[in-house]
């Protein structure tokens, strides 16, 4: 199970004051509709503000992404990339990963990944957040990307260190 293992999601403190841009991908309804609930949720519990925007697939999540993180304290990217008989599965995965982390480490902002890559729908259903699932990923991606906003504002006081200031002190 792919959940094995990982720590239950929780927020901590210092979240309330946080504004989040949810993107969301379009494709397999059901299960967005899964993400989208579960990243409101944790939205809701952190006492932080959202902007949500729809975007049509997974493809289309890193320039959404992009153009929100100047504006927001985190961003919380969602959606589904289900297993074909084609390459596309591949090169959508990719592209919607590398392209989310060069966001993040470009941005500084922390981008929280919710996008499932399954190889059956099932599989996509059982970590949607849905009546019945077992996981909850779009609580989850929330609130990873609300914990690392609120860490990083506590060790840097929200703006990025000089690089220069730190040089020769080891």
Same mark, same amino acid.
């Given at each position: 199970?792919?959940?094995?293992?990982?720590?239950?999601?929780?927020?901590?403190?210092?979240?309330?004051?946080?504004?989040?841009?949810?993107?969301?991908?379009?494709?397999?309804?059901?299960?967005?509709?899964?993400?989208?609930?579960?990243?409101?949720? !944790?939205? #809701?519990?952190?006492? &932080?503000?959202?902007?949500?925007?729809?975007?049509?697939?997974? $493809? =289309?999540?890193?320039? +959404? @992404?992009?153009?929100l993180a100047p504006t927001v304290d985190a961003v919380v990217a969602l959606g589904v990339v289900i297993r074909g008989g084609t390459p596309h599965f591949e090169y959508v995965c990719a592209a919607a990963t590398t392209g989310l982390t060069d966001v993040s480490v470009?941005?500084?902002?922390?981008?929280?990944?919710?996008?499932?890559?399954?190889?059956?729908? !099932?599989? #996509?259903?059982?970590? &949607?957040?849905?009546?019945?699932?077992?996981?909850?990923?779009? $609580? =989850?991606?929330?609130? +990873? @990307?609300?914990?690392?906003?609120?860490?990083?504002?506590?060790?840097?006081?929200?703006?990025?260190?000089?690089?220069?200031?730190?040089?020769?002190?080891?």
């Amino acid at each position: 199970m792919s959940g094995h293992g990982s720590p239950q999601p929780t927020l901590q403190t210092g979240t309330n004051h946080l504004c989040v841009a949810i993107v969301a991908a379009s494709w397999h309804e059901q299960v967005m509709d899964g993400l989208l609930d579960g990243a409101r949720r !944790a939205v #809701a519990q952190a006492g &932080a503000t959202a902007v949500e925007i729809r975007v049509p697939g997974s $493809f =289309e999540l890193p320039v +959404a @992404a992009a153009r929100l993180a100047p504006t927001v304290d985190a961003v919380v990217a969602l959606g589904v990339v289900i297993r074909g008989g084609t390459p596309h599965f591949e090169y959508v995965c990719a592209a919607a990963t590398t392209g989310l982390t060069d966001v993040s480490v470009r941005t500084g902002v922390p981008v929280g990944f919710g996008v499932l890559t399954c190889d059956t729908e !099932a599989q #996509a259903l059982d970590r &949607a957040g849905l009546e019945g699932s077992s996981e909850d990923k779009g $609580f =989850e991606a929330a609130a +990873a @990307a609300l914990n690392t906003a609120a860490t990083l504002a506590g060790v840097t006081g929200g703006a990025v260190p000089d690089a220069e200031a730190g040089a020769g002190r080891r």
